[in-house]
């Protein structure tokens, strides 16, 4: 196809939320930090599961059993989650997805290593526990 001579319409569609499948037998909880497995389908982050690419936060909570549904998931922005321990000099550093609600600041004792944001700030959780603000931009897929 020869380049543009005049304007050509894309049909642009802001990729701030996007839509996702998620398989039966899957809980989903609002502000989960999610992946998708290897089969295309969302999953809650778990250092533990293999083959996770992460995707962003849910904007919702979704439960399946018998039958698939849908989701939406926010893939940029900052977002306060649990960390076991915070240090300021970790600020500008890398954060890892230990489970869907939890991050650290090292990949020390992750099965798999996620990186899930980079660290911006250090604030309370919604539950007033340690936490680190992440930026998920540049880290979702």
Not at 61 to 88: C, D, M, N, Q, Y
């Amino acid at each position: 196809m020869p380049a543009l001579t005049k304007a050509f319409e894309t049909y642009e569609k802001p990729g701030i939320v996007v839509s996702y499948n998620v398989g039966i037998n899957t809980s989903i909880y609002k502000g989960a930090l999610v992946g998708v497995n290897s089969s295309g389908l969302v999953v809650p982050m778990n250092h533990a599961t293999a083959s996770l690419k992460f995707i962003g936060i849910a904007n919702e909570s979704v439960i399946t059993t018998t039958e698939a549904k849908r989701i939406t998931i926010t893939k940029s922005g900052t977002f306060v989650l649990p960390s076991g321990s915070t240090v300021a000099g970790k600020l500008g550093g890398d954060a890892w997805a230990k489970s869907d609600n939890e991050v650290q600041d090292s990949s020390t004792g992750l099965t798999n290593a996620y990186i899930v944001g980079t660290i911006v700030g250090i604030e309370s959780t919604s539950t007033n526990g340690n936490g680190y603000r992440i930026r998920i931009d540049n880290h979702t897929k």
